[in-house]
């Protein structure tokens, strides 16, 4: 393959040759194949006028890729999307431009992805009740993933627009999903929450999660903001992708350490979960921080392009 061979892969079709199980998955070998986040480059986040461009650089043996994505708060505003960019895969050994990715689509089945590949391991077998706090398109793709991964009783959405809210719940009643929204203090009896908001301050008292219950934050990726507070976490098996990421990057973490509220070296590695070193503590609440990272975004990249380099000439630019 030569540049002028590059595949162009949409939105439409990122979802359409990839499922979120098929990412589950991916992830999930990935780890098991012996994979460290730790060795993974660090992402660049730069501060920019109207907002935050960052660059997420991650190679392996057959890809090297890089994710250069924007987030513009006022977007919304305009008519436009909040979290746009691209992704560039390349071939590992030749750096012969393999693919561009539509970056936003790609994200928004990477994260639910990643979220579930932590979920299998660390909810409970039975989900009679997740709370979703949030009602975009993680919101919505963390209700698919989740659902990919375990059988869900019902939801209950939480989000500041109640009119949104009430749409999102009546979205996943119209698919089949028994739904109704509701308010923070739902997550009582909740043995899944999920937290996929723009939240800078705690979403709910972390003292009403039950202790056998799993907790998945994903909306913040700043030291100073965070979706869940020190209560949950000092109790909780806290769970990241890499210890040092969450130490840089992750406010629902470095905020309880800084306090000294969590010792960091009670903190779990996702990879050591998924290789067995370390076991699921089921008498605390299990509480997974995803920052996402660079290597995540490449092993569903590279999963995407294998599903759709059969097709020859497809998407040629």
Known sequence: MTASDMLWIPASEVF???????????????????????????????????????I?????????????ASVAPANPERGRERIQGVYLLMDAETLTPSALIDG????????????????????PAEVEHMVVFGSGPQADGHVAAMKAVRSIGRVTIVARNAERASSFAAKLRAEGTEAGTGTSSDVRDAQLIVCATTARDPL??????????????????????????????SRAQVV?????????????????VSAGDVDPASIVPLRDIVLGVREV????????????????????AAELFRA?????GAGAV
């Open 16 to 54: 359409e040759r990839v499922t979120v199980l098929d990412a589950v998955r991916a992830i999930q070998r990935h780890l098991r194949g012996g994979a460290d986040p730790a060795d993974d480059f660090e992402r660049s986040v730069l501060p920019v006028s109207h907002g935050q461009v960052l």
């Open 56 to 68: 997420m650089p991650s190679d392996s043996a057959e890809f090297f890729g890089v994710k250069v």
């Open 104 to 123: 936003a689509a790609l994200t928004t089945l990477r994260t639910p992805a990643v979220s579930a590949a932590a979920a299998d391991l660390l909810a």
């Open 204 to 233: 709910f008292d972390g003292e009403l999660v039950p202790s056998d219950s799993c907790t998945i934050a994903v909306g913040s990726h700043e030291p100073a903001a965070r979706e869940l507070d020190s209560a949950l976490l």
């Open 240 to 256: 990241v992708e890499d210890i040092a990421t969450a130490l840089r990057e992750a406010g629902d973490v470095m905020i309880p």
């Open 281 to 300: 503590d089921p008498r605390r609440p299990r509480v997974f921080k995803s920052t996402g990272m660079a290597w995540e975004d490449l092993v569903v």
């Open 308 to 312: 759709v380099r059969p097709r020859d």
